[in-house]
């Protein structure tokens, strides 16, 4: 059941992007952040809205990614759709809308929400935001904008006289006029889903780069006569794509940064903010106190009054409570209740005995 009473919702997210101008080995959906692949930080944005089904599109050739996701989303009802010729936003929205199963009930009832893959500082209370304005609105479609004091490289939202958004220009396809717009298209929609798959069947790929662009849905959905509305963003940074190394970092940064401040608000003591890592899996109890330099990775828990750092690793530890860990490394690594680790202690699972000359290997 969505978060909005006997709606039904449902959700596609668009990831069939090839990504080279990351130019790296690792698929763009896996990049991590905190710990997580960006994928997954926008799969679990979408959890506020509670969907009843997410289809994941992405490109041929993709199963790590699949693999990886569903092994990370088991709580989520997510499915996995394939775009085999890269042919824009919209072809890859026609994939997901053609892989999600009939809303329960009325066939032609639900509502869609799209986003890109590539935006992993979406805030959960912003997707709800808008689905719940879109509901109340009554339109065909809500999608969110912001104004920009430079809007270079972003799609243009054009208003209609009545206030409107009657369509979207890329800026390529974009004239001085509309150019100069400073309001623009954050690439996030909810539709009514019974209008999506008509609107996208009339794409035409007629433009600059001759790709079915989902922008276009707009506009197709406004000479039909439905109503188009935008919901405006505070903090353009949430929908911020990334497309290479440089946004990526800072991707990094802004999701630390917030994930400290959670741990802040819960009674964590964090002495320099700035210079502390922690991972989205990482449990940490009221009451302890990291210090300078310290990375928390993976699983690790750590027990209540617990000190951690200064310029300490952990990767899938657990601490008891009280503990202290100083200037150490440890990878699952157990440290009991109020024992004292440190300095320089470098920490892992015990290694296999050797065997006795003459004995069996444990190879053997």
Same mark, same amino acid.
């Given at each position: 059941?969505?978060?909005?009473?006997?709606? %039904?919702?449902?959700?596609?997210?668009?990831?069939?992007?090839?990504?080279?101008?990351?130019?790296?080995?690792?698929?763009? /959906?896996?990049?991590?952040?905190?710990?997580?692949?960006?994928?997954?930080?926008?799969?679990?944005?979408?959890?506020?809205?509670?969907?009843?089904?997410?289809?994941?599109?992405?490109?041929?050739?993709?199963?790590?990614?699949?693999?990886?996701?569903?092994?990370? *989303?088991?709580?989520?009802?997510?499915?996995?759709? $394939? =775009?085999? &010729? !890269?042919?824009?936003?919209?072809?890859?929205?026609?994939?997901?809308?053609?892989?999600? !199963?009939?809303?329960?009930?009325?066939?032609?009832?639900?509502?869609?929400?799209?986003?890109?893959?590539?935006?992993?500082?979406?805030?959960?209370?912003?997707?709800?935001?808008?689905? $719940?304005?879109?509901?109340?609105?009554?339109?065909?479609? *809500?999608?969110?904008?912001?104004?920009?004091? %430079?809007?270079?490289?972003?799609?243009?939202?054009?208003?209609? #006289?009545?206030?409107?958004?009657?369509? @979207?220009? +890329?800026?390529?396809?974009?004239?001085?006029?509309?150019?100069?717009?400073?309001?623009?298209?954050?690439?996030?929609? &909810?539709?009514?889903?019974?209008?999506?798959?008509?609107?996208?069947?009339?794409?035409?790929?007629?433009?600059?780069?001759? +790709?079915?662009?989902?922008?276009?849905?707009?506009?197709?959905?406004? =000479?039909?006569?439905? #109503?188009?509305?935008?919901?405006?963003?505070?903090?353009?940074? $949430?929908? =911020?794509?990334?497309?290479?190394?440089? =946004?990526?970092?800072?991707?990094?940064?802004?999701?630390?940064?917030?994930?400290?401040?959670?741990?802040?608000?819960?009674?964590?003591?964090?002495?320099? !903010?700035?210079? *502390?890592?922690?991972?989205?899996?990482?449990?940490?109890?009221?009451?302890?106190?990291?210090?300078?330099?310290?990375?928390? +990775?993976?699983?690790?828990?750590?027990?209540?009054?617990?000190? @951690?750092?200064?310029?300490?690793?952990?990767?899938?530890?657990?601490?008891?409570?009280?503990?202290?860990? +100083?200037?150490?490394?440890? *990878?699952?690594?157990? @440290?009991?209740? #109020?024992?004292?680790?440190? /300095?320089?202690?470098?920490?892992? /699972?015990?290694?296999? /005995?050797?065997?006795?000359?003459?004995?069996?290997?444990?190879?053997?």
């Amino acid at each position: 059941m969505s978060a909005f009473g006997g709606v %039904d919702v449902s959700a596609i997210v668009l990831a069939a992007g090839r990504g080279a101008r990351m130019r790296s080995n690792v698929r763009k /959906p896996l990049h991590r952040l905190a710990g997580a692949p960006m994928l997954a930080h926008v799969v679990d944005a979408l959890s506020a809205c509670r969907p009843d089904r997410i289809v994941v599109v992405l490109g041929p050739d993709d199963e790590t990614v699949a693999k990886e996701m569903q092994s990370r *989303t088991g709580h989520l009802p997510l499915d996995v759709a $394939e =775009q085999s &010729v !890269p042919r824009g936003t919209g072809d890859a929205a026609a994939c997901g809308l053609a892989a999600l !199963p009939d809303p329960s009930g009325d066939p032609e009832a639900g509502e869609l929400i799209i986003v890109p893959g590539d935006a992993p500082l979406m805030r959960p209370a912003t997707l709800r935001s808008l689905t $719940e304005s879109h509901l109340a609105s009554g339109a065909a479609c *809500t999608l969110l904008t912001a104004r920009l004091s %430079d809007p270079s490289g972003y799609g243009r939202i054009v208003r209609g #006289r009545d206030g409107a958004v009657s369509r @979207i220009v +890329e800026q390529a396809d974009a004239s001085p006029a509309e150019a100069a717009i400073d309001e623009v298209a954050a690439s996030v929609y &909810v539709v009514r889903r019974s209008f999506c798959g008509p609107a996208l069947r009339r794409i035409r790929p007629d433009n600059a780069a001759g +790709e079915f662009y989902l922008t276009d849905m707009v506009q197709v959905l406004a =000479q039909m006569g439905h #109503r188009v509305e935008a919901f405006s963003l505070a903090d353009w940074t $949430e929908v =911020q794509g990334v497309n290479n190394q440089e =946004q990526l970092a800072c991707a990094r940064a802004e999701i630390n940064r917030r994930v400290v401040e959670g741990w802040l608000r819960a009674g964590v003591a964090i002495v320099d !903010p700035a210079n *502390t890592y922690l991972d989205v899996t990482v449990r940490l109890a009221a009451g302890v106190v990291l210090l300078p330099g310290v990375v928390l +990775e993976g699983c690790t828990v750590v027990g209540k009054g617990a000190v @951690i750092g200064p310029h300490t690793r952990l990767v899938d530890c657990a601490v008891g409570a009280e503990a202290v860990v +100083e200037m150490s490394c440890g *990878t699952d690594a157990e @440290i009991g209740p #109020r024992r004292r680790v440190g /300095p320089f202690a470098v920490l892992g /699972p015990a290694p296999p /005995p050797y065997p006795e000359e003459g004995g069996t290997s444990c190879n053997s």
